[in-house]
């Protein structure tokens, strides 16, 4: 206990406790007798003996009379309480103890674990800390002997916010061995990795044929537990075959599902999944600048080894990487003026060997004045070659000075590919970020000259020094956004074994094809996971276009996440509260990156939330096309009916959503979620998926994505917010209008066809030309069109007509009254006041209003026969409707260049007036 104290209360005194234990021997002895209670699995009438001991507990407390013996007996008191779980009575070596984190928040800080399992040995400590059930993350060794939690809690709540774009939550593990290091070798290693394994699965469940398998010897006083997996981290990356050894040998349902990355898994290193994937995040700030860095030089200053996973295949991702200088643990590499060709092919030459040092670059390869130096060097001399790159006039610089200037090289990238935190803000102090072996490397964020900061690495920034390097102009997302590829690839891998491993047990394939299927499979894996980090990448910039006219949107939709998440606070991640948030807007009036990435990150967690505790799924058939979307078109044409049954289908399903919905329409979506009560919230989920489906919208983002480099990236945001402005607009139009039964994937989509038939009928012309593509023409073309859909679906319900005569009608005369352009300008025209804001809601809701009203009149009056546009005359003539008075205001929308909401409120009144 008193071990386990030390390490969540940073002024723990386990002296003391060691003199409360002598003080109050009876108290610890009643303590003793509670934990036993509750927990020898041999006890009968638990409870009743449990509340006897506790109400004697509560009696030797009143006794105490110093209130620090008081504070700490009962911090003691708490913490056995919050214990649910423990192998203690399995006569373990190596204890495990499974708490209930939730219980002792209130003498907690910052973000804590739902469960942590704390694990003692004479040799060995170490914890494992999840933020709920269904929660993946590494196991690491650490050398960090009084602190390990700290260390490891800091590494979960990043883990927490990587882990939205896969389904379990954010998990992290890690253990210290009390022995001197020189002490232990290879094999001794794996015993402890061993031992802290098999503590760790004391403490869950089993799960055989789908049914839940306790252990015996555990009693438990927590929810079925069985999801556990691990990965590789520090110190134990090559053990994941070790891992899925145990849980073999143990009959543990996942197999060799348990520890990703072994050698029948997916090999992150041979994939180059985490570097590939931090460097597909920070190519969108290259396409925003109209450079290609796959056919054109950028210049690189990078921190890492080419023998290392994220920085040796970063750095082999484009030949036109012009590497000018690295940094890694114990070297500093310098090469000024790289020749391309030679700097890859030694890039190359190191990344093959086992140990691939800077020291082992070919010295006569490095341009003239270049060179490897130690960073433990008393004194390197500067050759005027380095002085120019480091802007220096000095002789020479100790080594690490000279890391030091390298990281504030310009440069186009800085890119992390190695472990430790080079980056402070200026208001931050070393003492307070531990990190002792780069401590006289680090540098301020204001320091920083290259223009893209990419974190293969985590923690590489302090959160402070991305905000104040984004609030001076750098390019930057988060790390938990740039290296998410790793846990994302090991995700498909956990979920693809847990399918294929069923397989094999109904006996449809064999151990061996089960392993070839999944080798088989890695290229399309590879393949979606870079496409998360490419659309979470474009999502962070199209919010930062957003956030210049909708800032209320974000400091809204960070209340909501703070009501709904526990794991999320402002102060967490230092974003400011709303009186202060013009400190996270720059000078170009945009929320930063870093802001809006922890925000996207987070939103997808809620909504991942929310989702996995609907029963809408079961609603519908059509959401298992989003489970689909999960795995291989190669596995889904053959296991489909495999797949439905997934353990894990719910979640899968419940990540795709919230991802595609964040992706695409923002992390504000949530914004608007304690407004509508979580039901109608739900509905609006469904209601955008509906909406995205009826438009084709997939199709032509895809077309967009398709294209860049090609189409103007001005062009391509426009474009894509336009798509979501529509989308909005409908799931709007469906919340107001519509009954919750109506709100129908097949009720819906069933209007698709004839929606699009009779905007082809009306030969719109392309007013939103884009050069050589057909589909993009044509699709911006009818989306002024398209933006009604759910209106004339309101009108099917309410007339019973015809839906292609309904639709007909309705686009005639949204087309002859310009209705598309008024809605456009009551949208985009400034407000100046919340009276103007509520106006131009009014505005929006009159139009819609008299537009479905006319359109049912219009149902009515028609003669047999009579075509659209002849229909609405004859009706205009007859409500002596002045046309042309309304086609002079119209005109003059559309000319003038000091439009007001008065000028618009006018042309709405008239149309009013039209009975």
């Known amino acids: 206990m008193g071990n386990y104290a030390e390490q969540i209360i940073a002024d723990f005194n386990k002296t003391s ?50 209130i620090n013996d008081d504070r700490m007996l009962k911090l003691i008191y708490e913490i056995l309480q919050s214990i649910v779980r423990t192998n203690y009575f399995k006569k373990c070596d190596t204890i495990a103890l499974k708490f209930d984190v939730s219980r002792l928040t209130h003498i907690l800080k910052g973000v804590q674990p739902h469960y942590e399992t704390f694990v003692y040995a004479n040799d060995m400590k170490g914890t494992h800390l999840r933020v709920s059930t269904v929660c993946r993350g590494g196991l690491r060794w650490s050398n960090r002997m009084e602190d390990f939690r700290t260390e490891v809690k800091s590494l979960m709540t990043t883990q927490e916010a990587k882990n939205s774009v896969i389904v379990p939550k954010g998990a992290k593990g890690g253990f210290v061995i009390t022995k001197n290091e020189g002490q232990v070798d290879k094999k001794d290693f794996e015993g402890y990795y061993t031992r802290f394994i098999n503590a760790l699965l004391d403490v869950v469940d089993n799960q055989v044929a789908g049914e839940i398998v306790r252990d015996p010897l555990c009693v438990s006083y927590d929810q079925d537990d069985p999801y556990f997996v691990v990965a590789a981290d520090r110190g134990t990356s090559s053990m994941s075959d070790t891992a899925n050894a145990i849980s073999k040998n143990r009959g543990f349902w996942l197999l060799d599902a348990f520890a990703s990355g072994s050698s029948n898994g997916y090999h992150h290193k041979k994939l180059g999944v985490t570097a590939k994937g931090a460097i597909k995040a920070s190519q969108r700030f290259f396409i925003e600048e109209g450079i290609d860095f796959y ?119 800085l890119y992390f590919g ?45 959160m402070p020094a991305r905000m104040e390097y984004a609030m001076q102009g750098g390019k930057i997302n988060l790390d938990s956004i740039d290296n998410s590829a790793g846990v994302d690839t090991s995700d ?44 979470q990448s474009l999502s962070i ?3 930062t276009k ?80 989003y489970l689909f979307k999960y795995f291989p078109k190669s596995l889904i044409a053959i296991y489909e009916n495999e797949i439905k049954a997934h353990p894990l289908r719910k979640e899968i399903t419940s990540m795709i959503i919230a991802n595609k919905i964040i992706n695409f329409a923002g992390a504000t979506f949530i914004k608007d979620l304690d407004t509508l009560g979580v039901e109608k919230f ?106 009604f859909s759910s209106a004339i679906i309101k009108i099917k319900q309410l007339s019973k007509a015809d839906l292609t005569e309904a639709a007909t009608l309705f686009y005639t005369l949204v087309q002859k009254l310009e209705i598309a352009l008024l809605i456009d300008k009551i949208e985009t025209i400034s407000s100046k006041n919340v009276i103007q804001d509520y106006l131009k809601v009014q505005l929006e809701q009159l139009l819609e209003f008299k537009l479905v009203y006319l359109t049912e009149k219009l149902l009515q009056f028609k003669r047999e026969g009579e075509e659209g546009e002849r229909i609405i005359e004859n009706y205009f003539d007859h409500e002596s409707f002045d046309k042309k008075r309304y086609d002079d205001m119209i005109a003059f929308i559309k000319t003038s260049d000091h439009l007001s909401l008065s000028d618009l409120s006018v042309t709405v009144n008239t149309l009013l007036l039209l009975r």
């Open 17 to 66: 406790l060691e003199d409360c234990i002598i003080k109050y021997t009876p108290l610890f002895a009643l303590f003793r007798d509670y934990f036993v209670t509750k927990f020898d699995p041999a006890l009968k009438d638990r409870d009743r003996v449990l509340e006897k001991i506790n109400q004697n507990i509560i009696e030797a407390f009143k006794k105490i009379e110093s």
């Open 295 to 413: 056919k054109e030089s950028i210049s690189i200053v990078g921190v890492g080894s080419m023998s290392g996973d994220v920085f040796g295949n970063g750095l082999l991702e484009s030949p036109y990487f012009r590497l000018v200088g690295a940094i890694s643990s114990d070297e500093v590499f310098i090469d000024p003026n790289p020749d391309l060709e030679i700097a890859y092919g030694e890039r190359q030459r190191l990344f093959a060997m086992k140990r691939g040092k800077w020291s082992e670059y070919d010295q006569t390869k490095i341009s003239t004045g270049g060179g490897v130096f130690k960073r433990a060097s008393k004194s390197v001399t500067l050759t005027p070659e380095i002085q120019v790159l480091i802007k220096s006039d000095k002789e020479t610089l100790n080594g690490e000075e000279l890391a030091k200037a390298l990281l504030q090289v310009e440069v186009d990238m």
């Open 418 to 462: 190695g472990i430790g935190t080079y980056v402070k803000s200026s208001s931050e102090t070393n003492i307070s970020l531990g990190d002792k072996n780069n401590e006289f490397v680090r540098i301020d964020a204001d320091e920083v000259n290259a223009k893209v900061v990419c974190e293969g690495a985590n923690l590489a920034l302090t």
């Open 492 to 535: 498909h891998e956990v979920n693809l074994k847990i399918l294929l491993n069923a397989l094999v047990e109904k006996e449809i394939l064999s151990s061996d094809e089960k392993d070839s299927t999944l080798q088989g499979l890695s290229s399309s894996v590879v393949e979606s996971v870079m496409w998360t980090n490419y659309l």
């Open 541 to 543: 910039s199209l919010d």
């Open 546 to 625: 957003r956030s210049v006219k909708h800032v209320e949107s974000f400091t809204q939709s960070l209340t909501v996440l703070e009501k709904h998440l526990d794991t999320f606070k402002r102060s967490y991640f230092d974003i400011p509260k709303e009186r202060d948030f013009d400190e996270v807007i720059d000078s170009d009036g945009r929320v930063i990156r870093p802001v809006i990435a922890t925000m996207t990150l987070y939103a997808k967690i809620l909504l991942q939330d929310l989702l996995s505790e609907c029963t809408m799924f079961e609603e519908e058939g059509f959401f298992e096309r």
């Open 682 to 787: 739900m509905l609006k989920i469904k209601a955008y998926l509906v909406i995205n489906q009826l438009f084709n919208a997939n199709d032509i983002r895809y077309e967009i994505y398709r294209n860049d480099y090609t189409i103007a990236i001005k062009d391509q945001y426009y474009m894509l917010l336009k798509i979501e402005d529509v989308i909005e607009y409908n799931v709007q139009w469906m919340l107001k209008s519509l009954r919750k039964e109506d709100i129908r994937f097949d009720t819906i989509l069933e209007y698709k066809s004839c929606i699009f038939d009779v905007i082809e009928t009306l030969q719109t012309s392309k007013r939103t030309q884009v050069k050589d593509n057909e589909l993009l023409s044509t699709f911006f073309a009818n989306l002024d069109f398209l933006r």
